[in-house]
């Protein structure tokens, strides 16, 4: 079958490793679906897993990718959910210390097919495309436990989201301003920012701007780049929810006074439950929310959607189809 995969892994040339190319299909086995893939879409993880990090090089040739929705093997149109627990594990899966990412230890989605634990799948709303059912795994999933389940802050209150652009950075702004939060963003690119405003934010700001209030809540992937930012930006007894560290996990500052001063809350946050999968499809649909799609293009045009995600161009999610 053909898939998007990593046969070699390089920190600063990561596209160096990315074959696009032909895959043995998955094998059926007890407990598990293969599920045929309709569409599947990019994360920044499956970059990282590219640079080698997350992904240990004797598991090569792994399939990259952990977004996707298809048919599964009794016929019915599904998402994908990449957190797969390890055997016996009972409970919040992102708990498991033991539990892996699609493409991690099992083959990814970007490939016509996926073999996935058969719990490991959600209803795919009928009325939902298969582009839009593709974006929800992971980074939207992600942005739904970061505000629903992790910040605390209540609709009404206001939240920064740093770095518009993102994959996790738009699904943040458009499920806060469907929920009812003012969503507040920075961006180091002016377009990006006025793009963040058409999709619900109410205000952006430029790196490290000083904001007109201080914020309930910020949503942190950017990392070492915006995290002082993050904590200034932040009132008393605030939150930040971090869930990525796209600029590095070692900011020049950690701010270790302000934090304690100011008691904050730092949350990490990641991935989230297939209960949570499930709910965030009906939220979409329910809400009438449409992805922020950067770019669709044929599994075999892969390569192509890896290289704008590296360069940082990304506006939303990268989307391939299969089939
Ligand atoms: N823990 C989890 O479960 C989980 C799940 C999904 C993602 N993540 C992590 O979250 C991060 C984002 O993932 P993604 O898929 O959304 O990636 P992405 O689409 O590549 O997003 C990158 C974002 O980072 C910002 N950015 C990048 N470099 C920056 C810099 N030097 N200074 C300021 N902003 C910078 C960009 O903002 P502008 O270009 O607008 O400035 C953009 O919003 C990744 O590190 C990923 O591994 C974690």
């Not at 409970?91 to 099992?106: A, C, M, Y």
């Not at 609709?155 to 301003?177: E, H, R, Y």
């Amino acid at each position: 079958m053909l898939a998007a995969y990593a046969a070699a892994q390089s920190a600063s040339d990561p596209l160096s490793g990315l074959v696009v190319g032909e895959r043995p299909e998955p094998q059926a086995r007890p407990g598990w679906t293969v599920v045929r893939l309709r569409a599947a879409a990019l994360n920044h993880h499956d970059v990282w897993s590219l640079r080698g990090v997350g992904l240990p090089a004797d598991r090569l040739p792994m399939v990259l990718g952990c977004d996707g929705a298809g048919v599964d093997e009794a016929g019915n149109e599904v998402i994908v959910h990449a957190v797969v627990p390890s055997d016996g594990w009972r409970g919040d899966e992102t708990l498991d210390p033991r539990r892996t990412l699609l493409s991690e230890l099992h083959d990814g989605t970007l490939a016509e097919q996926v073999a996935v634990p058969s719990t490991n799948v959600v209803p795919k709303p009928e009325s939902m495309s298969w582009e839009t059912a593709a974006c929800l795994s992971t980074a939207w999933l992600t942005a739904y436990r970061m505000l629903f389940t992790n910040s605390g802050v209540q609709p009404g209150g206001t939240v920064l989201v740093q770095g518009a652009g993102g994959g996790v950075a738009t699904a943040l702004i458009q499920l806060g301003a469907a929920a009812g939060y003012r969503m507040w963003a920075t961006s180091r690119d002016e377009a990006k920012g006025a793009r963040a405003l058409e999709i619900g934010a109410d205000r952006v700001f430029g790196p490290g701007e000083r904001l007109p209030d201080r914020v309930d809540a910020v949503m942190e992937t950017v990392g070492a780049a915006t995290w002082s930012h993050s904590v200034n930006s932040l009132r008393p007894g605030g939150t930040i929810v971090i869930s990525g560290a796209t600029s590095g996990d070692a900011p020049a500052k950690a701010e270790l006074t302000k934090i304690f001063f100011k008691q904050l809350r730092v949350v990490g946050s990641t991935m989230g439950t297939q209960q949570e999968l499930a709910q965030l499809a009906r939220l979409v649909v329910q809400a009438g929310i449409e992805p922020v799609i950067d770019s669709v293009r044929p599994l075999a045009e892969a390569r192509d959607g890896f290289a704008r995600m590296v360069d940082g161009d990304v506006f939303g999610k990268v989307v391939f189809t299969v089939g």
